[in-house]
Structures are given as C-alpha cells and as structure tokens.
C-alpha cells in the first residue's frame, strides 16, 4: 500500500505467486475456488478479484463482489494477496481487477507500458493520505510534538524492547509501501521502523495506547475507520513537492495525497463482460469505504451482509455504476 516507492520486503517470483494463489495470502475475504466456465455464469463469467490486507480493500472487494454476483450474475473469486502478487497475476491471468491502488510506478510500467496485460481503469473516488501519528492524548499533553524537527526530543517516550535504544515508529504489514525508513535515516532521526504485522495490530496497538495513555508514534492513514472512533494526529514531516519521493533512498519528506486507482487486466477489460463496466465505473467516497470498512471490522458482519447492507441504502449509486 501506499505512496510513489516500492514496498518493503517484496515477494517476488512465480513461485511465489503460485504459492498465494493456492490460498497462501491474507486471512480476510475467504478465498473462492470456482472454475473457469462461463457458461456457469451466464453472460458475466468468471471474474478474479484481488484482496490486499487492509479492510478498506476489502470494504471495495465486498461491495463490487455482491453487485457482480447480485446484479450481474458473475461468478467472482476473491483471491488474498500483497499488492505485488497481485501484479503479477495481471501477468499469469490469475488476477483480472485490482480495485485499490495507491501507488506503484514501476509495477505500472512494467505491466501496463511494457507487457501491456493492465490498464489503469480510473479512479475509486477515495483520496488516500498516509503520515506518522501519535494518540490523542501524546498530542495534548506534548503540543510541539507534531513537528517532525522535535522528534528527537521525545525519541526516549517511544523506546521499546523492539527499537534497540532508540525511538520506535510503529509501522503495518511489512507488504505496505512505505518511506519510514528512509524518513528516519534522511531527516537524522534517533529512531527504528518496527513493524507490527498487520492493519489490526496497528490498530489495536493505537487503542491501547489511547486508552492507557502510552506514548505511541506509528505509521497511519485515510480512509480508515478506525480515525472516527480514536483521532489520531498527524505528525507534520517536511512539507510534500511534487517529486520529492521519486528517489525511495533519498525521501526525505511527507507522503502525498494519493487519489486512488484501480487497474485491470487488459483481456478482462476488452471482452464485454458487464463485470468490466462495473469495474469501469465503480466510484465512492471515503465515507462511503469507512461505513463498510466499519461494518466488517468494528460491527464484525459477514462480508456479504455488510455489503448488501451499503448497497440497499446506496441503491442510485449503484445504479449508476450498471450504466
């Protein structure tokens, strides 16, 4: 997930790829196992869906699997991937859609301009932001430590056992994209990225750290759910210019607003399926991904449910993406 660099810890490599399609990946949306006759499923077919861990995927997936399936008589296979692997099944034709996408140049080039088996579809609608953030609490108490120049000052509060005597930032799934490392190491920062594995242990390690009042500094972002039930605060880095990230080694500066994307395979695009104009011409809001990220995580509904929740009372905008 998230900005214009690679991700760390890149899996790679088709056996890789083999492995997670067997149902290696994520443990959020199950993976479908259904054949490849279209005659199964009428008109449609058969449509692959890429699930990334992070619930605000998902939330997307849910929503896009139920109207395909509901509206249009698909039969959609959800497959539990890293934004990598994903890629790569663009390649293998494993993977038809990708409906989140916050950035990621060279896998662009590599599958859209080079072997032309993708093609960006457009926009989700949803403006994603990533940045470090501390608890309410940390904020209130250290007002001037939401500028990045006063980290060091505090590098202290956020020592753990994982940090090694230094400041710990707490960051996500090792898959994430993220800077943080080379943010430490460029603005001379007396701290360590540690990741904590997951989306929820993000979470649950911002809740805790809210309700105990213990000093967390952590890796966040929009659109998320969880920031309506704990606010977190950002922590304001060097301002973002336009190309300031481009060099992953040499970043030195805040992440951007990032609308995202979606992509898909290019054979899936031009075959007709009206699985291709919904994908075509699914857009929604942040609110909109929050509610059913909320649903799934917070609420704990099954995923169909919380999609056909959304969609009975969001019906005019479903409409609009079967047009």
């Given amino acids: 997930m998230r900005s214009n660099v690679k991700a760390r810890r890149v899996a790679t490599g088709a056996a890789v790829l083999a492995l997670f399609l067997a149902g290696c990946g994520g443990e959020t949306i199950e993976s479908s196992?259904?054949?490849?006759?279209?005659?199964?499923?009428?008109?449609?077919?058969?449509?692959n869906l890429a699930v990334n861990p992070w619930v605000g995927f998902e939330a997307n997936v849910a929503v896009v699997k139920y109207v395909a399936e509901e509206e249009l008589g698909c039969t959609v296979a959800t497959k539990d991937l890293t934004e990598e692997?994903?890629?790569?099944?663009?390649?293998?034709?494993?993977?038809?859609?990708?409906?989140?996408?916050?950035?990621h140049p060279e896998l662009e080039k590599q599958y859209v301009d080079d072997q032309k088996v993708?093609?960006?579809?457009?926009?989700?609608?949803?403006?994603?932001?990533?940045?470090?953030?501390?608890?309410?609490?940390?904020?209130?108490?250290?007002?001037?430590?939401?500028?990045?120049k006063n980290l060091n000052k505090y590098a202290d509060l956020f020592k753990t056992s994982e940090s090694g005597g230094k400041g710990q930032v707490l960051d996500g799934d090792p898959s994430f994209v993220t800077n943080d490392e080379a943010l430490v190491k460029n603005l001379d920062l007396n701290y360590k990225v540690v990741y904590s594995g997951?989306?929820?242990?993000?979470?649950?390690?911002?809740?805790?750290?809210?309700?105990?009042q213990e000093p967390l500094l952590g890796y966040f972002y929009s659109p998320q759910w969880f920031l309506a039930e704990v606010p977190l605060v950002k922590v304001d880095l060097p301002a973002y210019e336009e190309g300031c990230d481009a060099d992953p080694e040499k970043v030195a500066?805040?992440?951007p607003e990032t609308p995202l994307t979606k992509f898909a395979r290019t054979e899936f695009m031009d075959s007709g399926s009206p699985a291709a104009k919904l994908v075509q011409n699914f857009s929604w809001t942040n609110d909109d991904q929050n509610l059913v990220a909320k649903y799934i995580s917070e609420d704990k509904m099954e995923y169909e449910d919380a999609a056909k929740k959304w969609v009975d009372e969001n019906q005019d905008k479903v409409d609009a993406w079967l047009k």
């Fill in 33 to 47: 196992s259904t054949g490849s006759d279209e005659d199964s499923a009428g008109e449609c077919g058969t449509v």
């Fill in 85 to 103: 692997v994903s890629w790569q099944g663009f390649a293998s034709g494993e993977i038809d859609v990708i409906l989140e996408d916050w950035g």
């Fill in 118 to 148: 993708a093609v960006k579809v457009g926009e989700t609608g949803n403006v994603g932001q990533i940045g470090w953030f501390v608890p309410p609490w940390m904020a209130e108490k250290y007002p001037d430590i939401t500028d990045w």
């Fill in 198 to 212: 997951s989306e929820a242990a993000l979470i649950t390690a911002f809740r805790q750290a809210e309700q105990k």
């Fill in 253 to 255: 500066c805040d992440y």
